[in-house]
Structure formats: C-alpha cells, structure tokens
C-alpha cells in the first residue's frame, strides 16, 4: 500500500493555500435562504446612488429565491430616525434598518447579535474602523453591520487657486493622488497651526475658508477632530468628566482663531451651508465628504474644477477626521433573519462596494481599510485624483465626538453638540473660557444620566 | 319616548302613522303637541313594546348621535388619547424603558440650566406671537370689516394665504428668505447700502425671526375669528351709542370689544395652546440654535427623545407645560362660561 508522507512543511503549505482561497472566492451563499425580506435603508442624495443597492439586492433575491422590497427613507428631518425609533416601539416593520451614528447604540436592545456576519468579514477584509466599532460592537457583541452606503468621513476640500494663490501652499503637491508620492516633511508641517494661518491669509485676500459651527453634524464633526487632535477628553470610558483641562483650552484658542476668519453665518449653518459656500465660489476651503464637489460639478464647474480633497491638518496628539458611520441593523422581531444575515453579508463583499462607491461617484465609504484601493476614488474628476485623498490615509486616523465616553453618554454629548456650543458660546456669546468650561462641565454631568 | 324616557322623533312619527291615534288631531297640534308625544308613552302600540333591547338601543337619538361621532370619536382616541396616555407613561419610565422611575425624569430636566433656558424662551415665543398675532388679527378684522362687501371677499382670501399653506412648506420659503449665506432680504438690504442682518446666526436675530414666521402664520387666524365676532355684533347697539354721542374708541372700547370676549378668550387660548407646541418653524429654521437660544418644548423634545435616543426624557419634556396650559385652560373656559351665561 502506497503511503504519503505529511511533513509539517506540507501541511502549513496547503494550510495557507487554503485560507487564502477561503479569503479570495468570491461571495457563494452558504445557506438556501428563502422568503421575503424588506428593508428599510437611508434614501441617498446622489442621483443614482441607490440603484445601485437594488441591482445587488435584486441579484441576492434571484440566486437566493428571496423577494426583496427595498424602502428608502430620508434623513432630511430625521425621518429615517423617526422610523427607527417608531419600529422599535412597535415591534414590527422592516426586517433590515439602516442607522445613521449612534443608533445601533439607541436601539441596542431591539437589534439581533451580528457577530457571526462582522466576524466573517472581519477575517476577510481585515480590521474594521475603529469609530465603526465603538458605534456598533456593545458588549462585546455587534448589532450592527457598517455600511458602506452612506458611510462618510469629512476631510478638507479646498480651493487649488485661492490656496496657492493667496495661501502659498500647494495641496495638489502636498497630497498628490498616490500615497507613495506624499512628502512626509510638507504633510508633517500641515497643523492646525498652518491651517489658521493660511486661514488669515485666506480671509485678507476676501475668500475666506468656512467651518459650520452650529448644532449639526458637520459642525460636531469637525470640532472633534479639531478636539482629538489636541487631545481633549470630554467625559472618558469610566465616566470622569475631563473637559477642564490645558488640552481643552489650546484647542478652543485654535477655534477662536478661526472663528475669527470665518463668515459669521457659520453659526447658522447646517450640514448644506458650507456646501453652499463652497459652491458659491466664496468660500477657499472646507471640511466635507466630496458632496460639495460633485454638486459644484452640476452648479458652478469652475469651483468644482479647483477642488481638491485632502487629509484634514494635524495637532500635538495626531491627525484626526472626523467619521460618520452608517450601519445596517436586523430587528429582533424580523422573520426572516437568516436571509437577512445573507444579505448583509452579500452587499459588504468587496465586489458589491466597488458597484456602491462607484455609483456614488466616491461618497460612500467602507469601514475597512483594505477597500481604500478601490478605482472609484483615483478616476473620478474633475480634476483628476480630487478625492484620492478622501479616504483616511496617511497618518489619518478617524474620530467621533463623544468616545471614549460610554456609548450612552458619547450619544448625548454628540447630540447635544455640546463641543460646538462651546465654541459659539466662547467666540459669538463672548464668555470667558473658564465659564464655558464650566458650563461644559454641568452639561456633561448631564448625559451621564444614560 | 323611547321606553328609558328619552324622546324618540323617528320612532314617535312613525308610531303616527301606524296607529292613526293622532291622525284626528289635526294641524293645530303643531309642535307643541308633537314634542308632547316623545314625552308620553300614552298610546304607544303594543308591537313597540314588544321590540328588542337592541332595537329600542338603535332607536334612542342618543345611541344616533354616539354611532355618527364613532369614526371622529375612534380618530381621537388613537391619534391623541392614547398617544397622551403613552407619552405620560413613557415619561415614568427610565432611558432604556425598562423600570418605573417616577417624576425622575421630571425631577432631572428641573435641575437643568439648558432646559430653564427652553422653558423660558418657549414662554418669550409663545406669548410675544401671540400677543402680537392677537393684535395684527384685530387690527386687519377692523380693516376688512370697514371696506366694503364687495372688495371684501377678495381681501380676505388673500389675507388667509399664510395659514392655509402648509406651515412647513412656508417656513422653507421663510429659510431661504433668512439663509445666513444667499439670504434674499440681504440681497435686497445690502443692494439698498445697508448692512446684512445675521437672521438665523445671531442668537437675538433668530429668536426675533421665529416669532416673526410665526406671527406671519397664526395672524389670520385671529383675522377671520375676530372677523366673523366683529359680524355678530348687533348694528343697533352701535346706531344706539352714536345717538349717545360716543366717538369711535368709545364704541370699540364699550361695545365691540364686551362683545368679542369670549371670541378673544378661546382665539389666544388656542392660539396659545398651539404655538406652545410648535415644531416646524423652529426646527426648519434654526434647528434650535445658535447656542442651543431658539429652542423650545417641542424641538428641545425631538433632541432628546429622537436625536439621542432618550425617549422618556423627551416625553418628559413634550409633557412639561401640559399641567400650566390645562390650568389656564380651565381658568379661561369658565370665564367664557360665565360672560356666556351673563349675555344668555
């Protein structure tokens, strides 16, 4: 009888053979999934954007013989969140909701463990966004799945001309669309620093720069990357209100310096205004997902032409932008909770981002960093490699307002927008630092109520 | 009469025809006789008493009455009744809905200085609108009242345009009319050599402009109310002051306003019940801010309840001027009661 002999070199060999077969398959179904499966999911604002969803979701309804009815829900006036919020008391309605920022965390109790389907992908693509995990990993368990569709990260998109032109700096040069080709001493010299600094000289020149500093997400978002960059803890994971500190008022002081330079409407803007100004052709630069360009592109072509997305400035503690994750929960009362895994498990193969990015003209971002290679990003133009950058690269690192606070509490401070209140209180209210820290600090004790 | 006393007109008129019993009564009976008949059983056929329960409960005017109102009775059960109810249950309970706290969420929102802020702007926005949407609406009712008949249709169908909109489709137009960045009032004030006015990003400014829009919406409201009290005041009662001599404010004072009371009284109590409760204008136009100074119950509510998922707490909050306004309610309505029982 003919015997082969198994040497250890052998087995690790197919071994690894095996896993990265395991790893590069595309997508096959393992479980016959049947019946019918609704969804709920964010309505998105690119024109187009959502066929995209239900090309993939009708093409895992035909493989898998499930009937799959897609709703799409607005975020204008919160209505998806309405919806989450009136399906969870109910008890009933979709099988699958999508949930913008913190409501995995609101609706924790309601939501099915997804361990199983992040785990999977996890091994597969690798390690996730940290903002998506603190967002939707409760306890060790995921409740929900992040989405690529709606998912954002709001770095600057500035104005090529009016930097160069008035600003003496190159962002094209500084951050040209191959990574490879950064110069590391110019990326390392973009602080917070140089941004109030070619922020002043953007102003004199009449174009100046415009951050919202309202009560929306733009604005939190970008006060807390601003925040993290110079270290600031508002409550920290074991409920220890932090927010008196020399970190806090460093980056207040950076904030006032902008201020400053900035229109004053920005304290009545909300997540369309610095759109707005962007396009309008008076503004030099912002801090958004490419949403200002691509509707420059359709409204003024020239502004869109001049635009040019970047990493986001750094700060003594790092360089961080401010993340949006969106995630796609399964309702403990859904029926179909097999099918529903399937699904979700389909729409976050590789294969399916790449149709989702694309159809998003580079908007939708994954929670995982090995997908940052994807075409979208480098071909969309004008000009050419404008949103290469979009993607967290580099040094960037992303950030939420509210963590490292329990999740409960980051709900409430992010909501509340109490980072941004701060600021308008301090600049347009004009009280003194020490009253708004204090004024902080009762709000913070506040949310730890949840 | 039905067999519980209550009087029956269907079932006595046809009880007439029936017997023929009264047939030889003639005209002259008239109604007197015909209400003497729903009060008396006298006469009524054997056959009626024999009826079923069920019968005789369909033929009471009062079980008529219930069955028409059911649809409008089963709408305000489900959409207010038990909604209220859920609302004051979902303030008893803790954030994550699972035990019974109390006043504790009642007791939380009093200790903080962001939520005293909401319960005295919201008493700024309310009271000022009203007041002001009071005055404008009885000033224009005057106006419209002294042009005449035939121009005054046109006037008044103009005048209620505002309220007939739907409030969140004018407040979007109102947004773009203050929008901090392309504002078209701007245009035209800077346009005129004069400085751009922060409408929404000046904490003072967006309060002034809240209440602006919502004086805007309410005002004809109080035109129409106060229009059709204006109509019902007796034209003799003033023929009857000019012969004594009074002048104009004379009139207005002991005459016309006497007899708009009670109008006056329900229109600010409503108006004041509503724009207590108002969402849209805010939320649309400010979102409550800037630094938190245009909120008020109602959008400070939807903060907590949707946007930070903290539901009793926002429930709390809807509830907080619940018991104030059903006070001034009660003290309002029996004052109308009582002007009420003096005219009668």
Request: with cysteine; charged share 20%.
């Amino acid at each position: 009888m003919a015997s082969s002999r198994l040497s250890r070199r052998s087995v690790l060999k197919t071994a690894v053979l095996g896993s990265a077969a395991v790893i590069t398959r595309p997508y096959v179904s393992g479980v016959h999934a049947a019946g019918s499966l609704s969804l709920g999911v964010w309505d998105h604002w690119v024109p187009g954007a959502n066929k995209a969803l239900v090309k993939l979701c009708n093409e895992f309804g035909e493989k898998n013989k499930v009937e799959v009815h897609i709703d799409f829900i607005t975020s204008q006036g919160e209505k998806d969140k309405l919806t989450a919020a009136a399906e969870a008391q109910a008890g009933t309605g979709h099988d699958i909701m999508s949930h913008r920022d913190w409501n995995i965390r609101i609706h924790q109790e309601q939501l099915e463990p997804l361990d199983d389907v992040v785990g999977g992908l996890i091994k597969k693509y690798g390690p996730i966004s940290p903002v998506a995990e603190y967002l939707a990993k409760i306890k060790g368990t995921w409740r929900g799945v992040p989405t690529t569709v709606g998912s954002q990260v709001k770095p600057c998109c500035s104005r090529i001309d009016l930097y160069q032109q008035h600003a003496g700096i190159d962002v094209r040069e500084m951050f040209p669309p191959d990574e490879a080709k950064w110069d590391k001493a110019k990326v390392e010299a973009w602080t917070w620093d140089a941004y109030v600094a070619a922020a002043q000289k953007l102003y004199k020149a009449g174009y100046p720069i415009g951050l919202p500093l309202g009560q929306s997400s733009d604005a939190v978002d970008w006060v807390g990357g601003l925040f993290n960059a110079y270290g600031v803890v508002m409550v920290d994971a074991k409920d220890n209100i932090k927010i008196n500190s020399d970190e806090t008022r460093q980056a207040m002081e950076i904030a006032r310096k902008l201020v400053e330079v900035m229109p004053p409407d920005v304290f009545a803007w909300d997540d369309a205004g610095n759109n707005r100004w962007l396009i309008s052709g008076k503004g030099s630069g912002i801090m958004n997902p490419p949403s200002a360009w691509a509707v420059a592109k359709r409204d003024n072509p020239k502004v869109a032409e001049n635009c040019w997305t970047h990493p986001v400035p750094k700060g003594p503690k790092g360089r961080f932008v401010g993340q949006l994750p969106m995630f796609y929960g399964i309702w403990k009362f859904s029926k179909n909770k097999t099918a529903a895994k399937e699904l979700l498990t389909y729409i976050s193969q590789k294969e399916a981002v790449a149709q989702l990015v694309e159809a998003s003209v580079g908007y939708d971002l994954p929670s995982f960093r090995s997908m940052y290679d994807l075409p979208t990003w480098k071909n969309v133009e004008p000009p050419p490699g404008t949103v290469y950058n979009y993607p967290p690269r580099g040094d960037e690192q992303t950030s939420i307002t509210g963590a490292p606070a329990r999740s409960e509490v980051g709900a409430q401070i992010y909501n509340q927008a109490i980072n941004t209140v701060m600021i308008s209180k301090f600049t347009q209210g004009k009280e003194k630092l020490d009253e708004v820290i204090k004024w902080a600090e009762k709000e913070l004790e506040g949310t730890l109520r949840a | 009469m039905t067999d519980d006393g209550v009087p029956d007109r269907c079932g006595s008129a046809r009880r007439s025809r029936e017997t023929g019993t009264r047939a030889d009564t003639g005209r002259q009976t008239r109604m007197a006789d015909a209400v003497q008949s729903w009060n008396s059983a006298i006469g009524a056929p054997a056959a009626a008493v024999r009826r079923t329960g069920l019968h005789r409960l369909l033929r009471r005017r009062s079980t008529i009455a219930f069955v028409m109102c059911l649809p409008l009775i089963l709408v305000i059960v489900g959409l207010i009744v038990y909604p209220a109810l859920y609302s004051i249950h979902l303030s008893m309970l803790n954030k994550a809905q699972t035990r019974f706290i109390g006043l504790g969420n009642f007791r939380f929102l009093l200790s903080r200085d962001t939520f005293w802020m909401v319960v005295e702007q919201s008493a700024i926005f309310a009271l000022s609108a009203v007041f002001f949407k009071a005055i404008i609406g009885l000033i224009t009712a005057h106006l419209i009242n002294n042009l005449p008949t035939k121009g005054q249709r046109k006037w008044r169908g103009m005048l209620l345009v505002p309220w007939v909109i739907p409030l969140a489709l004018s407040s979007l137009a109102w947004w773009w009319l203050f929008d901090p960045t392309l504002s078209a009032f701007n245009w035209v004030l800077t346009g005129l050599g004069l400085r751009a006015i922060p409408w929404l990003s000046d904490p003072y400014w967006a309060r002034f402009s809240v209440i602006l829009v919502n004086v805007w919406y309410g005002a004809p409201f109080f035109l129409i109310m106060y229009l059709a009290a204006l109509k019902s005041v007796p034209e003799q009662l003033y023929e009857a002051a000019a012969i004594d001599g009074a002048n104009a404010w004379q009139r207005f004072v002991h005459i016309t306003l006497p007899m708009m009371r009670n109008i006056i009284a329900i229109t600010v109590l409503f108006s004041l019940i509503v724009t207590f409760a108002n969402f849209d204008i805010v939320q649309i136009l400010t979102g409550g801010g800037p630094r938190n100074m245009t909120h008020v119950f109602a959008t400070y509510a939807f903060l907590l309840g949707i946007r930070s998922g903290d539901l009793p707490l926002g429930a709390a909050t809807s509830l907080f001027m619940f018991p104030i306004l059903a006070v001034a309610a009660i003290f309002i309505l029996r004052g109308v009661r009582r002007r009420g029982r003096e005219i009668g």
